[in-house]
């Protein structure tokens, strides 16, 4: 079992730039693929980024791609989003998740999840 604390959300002007974290407990991290997604208010929670447990795999959603990149520091238990040139419809809370199955960029994928850390991007 692995619980994920996220951090490094907050508040933001359009086109600026945040770096997500998301830390893991226990000692098998460096086997679980992880996963970001974001729900902003009356929406369905969407898949942003994943990574795979090597981070040799990534994987992101059209709406973020070029603008966020996904690493891992499995020596850290930590997976980062970094997202650049952030817009107001990046406005949502973030979640990583975690699962020992293979990557995968559906939320049913991923069983462990974190409690989730707010961006919102003013314009």
């Known amino acids: 079992q692995v619980q994920l604390v996220e951090s490094g959300g907050g508040l933001v002007q359009a086109g600026g730039s945040l770096r997500l974290s998301c830390e893991a407990s226990g000692r098998t991290f460096s086997r679980y693929a992880v996963g970001w997604f974001r729900q902003a208010p009356g929406k369905e929670r969407e898949f942003v980024a994943a990574i795979g447990w090597s981070g040799g795999s990534t994987y992101y959603a059209a709406s973020v791609k070029g603008r966020c990149t996904i690493s891992r520091d499995n020596a850290k238990n930590t997976v980062y989003l970094e997202m650049n040139s952030l817009k107001p419809e990046d406005t949502a809370v973030y979640y990583c998740?975690?699962?020992?199955?293979?990557?995968?960029?559906?939320?049913?994928?991923?069983?462990?999840w974190g409690q989730g850390t707010q961006v919102t991007v003013s314009s």
């Open positions: 998740a975690a699962d020992l199955r293979v990557v995968t960029t559906t939320a049913s994928g991923f069983t462990y």
